[in-house]
C-alpha cells in the first residue's frame, strides 16, 4: 500500500493568497483526520471525517479554513485568504474504522506564508 | 475530558544507554494508548498501542511501554538506544466513544555517540 499521500510536500505563498493542500488516505480506509503542527501549539485536530461526513470540525481556527471530502479517496483542506501565522506542517492521517484505531500519517505539507 | 502530559520536553541520552519517556493521561474509564515516532521532516510513526490486556505491550524498533492504571502511566522505555532513535515522541489517548485521538506535546529525544 502507498500509505497516506499527500500534496504539495512544501507550499511557498504570500499573505491573502488561496492555499489548497490535498491528501489521499489509505485505501480502505473510513476516518481522515487533517491536523496542524507548530512548535508554540504541537500538534492540533482541525477537523475529521467519517465516511466522508464531517464529524468534528471544533479545531479548524477560523473561517478561512475549510475542508471537504467529496469521496472516500480525496480531501482538501482550503485556506482562503492566507495570513503568516497559518504557516505551518499539515498532516493528513486516516484509520480503517471509527473508535481510536491507529492512525496512519501522511509527510505532511510544509506550508509558509510570506 | 482527556487530556495526555509528556513532562519531559527534551531528553539527551548516550547510545547504548537504556531509556524511559514518561506519559500520563487522564480519563475516566480504560483508555486506548499510543505511542507514535517522529522523525525530522517526517510524518508520525506508530510505535505500538494498548488497548486491553497484558500491561506490557511490545513495539518496533526494540521499544516497549507499560499501561499502569494506578499511576495513569504508559511509560515507553528501550533497554539500549541507538542513535537513529533520536525523534520526537508522541503519547497518545483516545476513548472509546469517539474517533479522536489526544497527543500530548512531544519528547524530544537526542542521542550521543
Known amino acids: 500500500d502507498a500509505g497516506v499521500i499527500q500534496s504539495p510536500r512544501h507550499e511557498v505563498t504570500e499573505m491573502g493568497q488561496e492555499v489548497t493542500l490535498r491528501c489521499k488516505p489509505i485505501?480502505?480506509?473510513?476516518?481522515l483526520f487533517w491536523y496542524r503542527q507548530t512548535m508554540m501549539r504541537g500538534l492540533e485536530l482541525l477537523i475529521y471525517?467519517?465516511?466522508?461526513?464531517?464529524?468534528?470540525d471544533s479545531g479548524m481556527p477560523e473561517d478561512r479554513f475549510s475542508a471537504k471530502m467529496p469521496n472516500a479517496s480525496f480531501s482538501t483542506l482550503k485556506i482562503q485568504p492566507s495570513e503568516p501565522r497559518d504557516s505551518a506542517v499539515y498532516f493528513c492521517a486516516s484509520s480503517f474504522r471509527g473508535g481510536p484505531e491507529t492512525q496512519y500519517f501522511g509527510p505532511g505539507t510544509r506550508l509558509l506564508v510570506l | 475530558a482527556q487530556s495526555v502530559t509528556q513532562p519531559d520536553i527534551h531528553i539527551t541520552v548516550s547510545e547504548g544507554a537504556s531509556l524511559e519517556l514518561r506519559c500520563n493521561y487522564s480519563y475516566g474509564a480504560t483508555p486506548y494508548l499510543f505511542w507514535y515516532v517522529q522523525s525530522p521532516g517526517q510524518g508520525l510513526q506508530l510505535l505500538l498501542k494498548y488497548f486491553s490486556g497484558d500491561t506490557l505491550v511490545q513495539g518496533i524498533k526494540g521499544f516497549e511501554a507499560e499501561f499502569k492504571r494506578s499511576q495513569s502511566s504508559f511509560n515507553l522505555r528501550k533497554p539500549s538506544v541507538h542513535w537513529s532513535d533520536a525523534a520526537e515522541y508522541f503519547c497518545?489517548?483516545?476513548?472509546?466513544?469517539?474517533?479522536?485521538?489526544?497527543f500530548g506535546t512531544g519528547t524530544r529525544l537526542q542521542v550521543f555517540p
Open positions: 485505501s480502505g480506509h473510513n476516518s
Open positions: 497518545a489517548v483516545g476513548a472509546r466513544n469517539t474517533d479522536k485521538l489526544i
Open positions: 471525517f467519517n465516511n466522508n461526513v464531517p464529524i468534528d
